[in-house]
């Protein structure tokens, strides 16, 4: 992202839709080199990865139903980044519940927080 795109995420209104439509207008497909933003790409592996470790110590495949979050970003780690309008997930690519990171930040303001150092994650090699 460049610095004027940047600037632009806090014009936002917090919504992961208006975050999608922002990136997808944009044409951004990735962030620092780490963070990949191809959708439905990286969709379609997060739901392959959720139905692979279903069981009850990971993330269930209707996490995303019950939170109303999407899928926004995965590291080249292969870790995601999930929201909805009030929250950010940061869920570590073993998809292990008690792992989860959550932070209540519209992913707007989460990625403003990024871009500032803000962000303190034991999951994200920041």
């Known amino acids: 992202m460049n610095e004027w795109q940047i600037d632009s995420l806090a014009s936002l209104d917090g919504s992961v839709s208006a975050f999608k439509d922002f990136v997808t207008s944009q044409a951004i497909y990735e962030i620092d080199g780490y963070f990949i933003l191809e959708y439905p790409r990286i969709e379609r592996l997060f739901q392959q990865s959720i139905t692979q470790l279903a069981?009850?110590?990971?993330?269930?495949?209707?996490?995303?139903?019950?939170?109303?979050?999407?899928?926004?970003?995965?590291?080249?780690?292969?870790?995601?980044?999930?929201?909805?309008?009030?929250?950010?997930?940061?869920?570590?690519?073993?998809?292990?519940?008690?792992?989860?990171?959550?932070?209540?930040?519209?992913?707007?303001?989460?990625?403003q927080a990024y871009f500032d150092g803000e962000i303190i994650s034991r999951i994200l090699a920041l």
């Open 55 to 111: 069981d009850t110590a990971h993330i269930t495949p209707d996490f995303l139903i019950e939170n109303q979050a999407s899928v926004i970003a995965m590291t080249i780690d292969g870790d995601f980044i999930i929201a909805n309008d009030q929250h950010t997930w940061v869920l570590e690519r073993s998809l292990y519940k008690e792992d989860c990171e959550c932070f209540t930040l519209p992913i707007n303001l989460w990625w």
